[in-house]
């Protein structure tokens, strides 16, 4: 069955977005830590 464009991109949004914020954290944190570990 096709899904509804709405609706997949709502679910899509609710799936992708914190995924890719939590990476997005994770390696920001990751690169600040290597930076104060060389320093």
């Not at 899509?12 to 920001?28: E, H, Q, R």
């Amino acid at each position: 069955p096709r899904f509804r464009y709405d609706k997949l991109m709502y679910l899509v949004w609710k799936s992708y977005l914190p995924l890719s914020l939590c990476f997005l954290i994770f390696y920001i944190s990751l690169k600040l830590s290597l930076l104060y570990n060389y320093f």
